[in-house]
């Protein structure tokens, strides 16, 4: 069974925010595969499914981006979830063009508090990730600004098209691996051209 946290904060007024589109993600697949996120417990909102041959929780930490390991550690802790090989965690990166997906098997958390947090309860690095550029932050803008901030209009199509993207890295980690995701995904930029 594969857990697959979408990371974000969970008030109204940050639906749509650069820092929500893991929550994005994770409400595309429920859409798409029809998990209803019903469940309201482990400081999460989660429900149970299959993505193709595979059982699945996909889970949005209530938590605030920043304490989101407080969910996940207890969910993958109660389902029995080997958080090595079968944990991805979506997210925003401020590094990353809008729309551009990158997938990695571990690492840091590159200065993201959200994944700061769930390495620190993990107590390891060493699970699955995919990550969407949300643009780098202009100059002129504080950091807690622009990733509170909503995508213009432009963005928002590439947006649409990176949740896309991102759930399908999510199932080709699960049905093949994660290198076959980051030889899928990993710089590929949105079509620019189509979302005019």
Do not use: C
């Amino acid at each position: 069974m594969y857990l697959i946290a979408g990371l974000g904060n969970p008030e109204k007024k940050y639906n749509g925010t650069r820092h929500n589109i893991g929550f994005g993600v994770i409400d595309y697949l429920s859409e798409k595969y029809d998990i209803d996120l019903t469940e309201m417990k482990f400081k999460g909102m989660y429900g149970k499914g299959r993505i193709g041959n595979e059982k699945v929780i996909l889970l949005k930490p209530l938590t605030y981006m920043n304490l989101s390991g407080e969910s996940i550690r207890p969910v993958a802790d109660y389902f029995k979830i080997d958080t090595k090989t079968e944990l991805i965690v979506l997210s925003d990166d401020v590094e990353l063009d809008p729309g551009i997906i990158r997938v990695r098997p571990g690492g840091s958390a590159g200065g993201h508090n959200g994944l700061k947090n769930i390495i620190a309860q993990l107590g390891h690095s060493d699970f699955a990730r995919v990550r969407v550029g949300v643009g780098k932050r202009p100059r002129q803008i504080d950091m807690v600004d622009w990733v509170l901030g909503h995508f213009d209009d432009e963005d928002t199509v590439y947006m649409k098209e990176a949740i896309e993207h991102a759930a399908d890295a999510v199932s080709v980690i699960m049905e093949q691996d994660v290198n076959a995701a980051m030889n899928k995904w990993n710089g590929v930029k949105p079509d620019r051209e189509e979302v005019k």
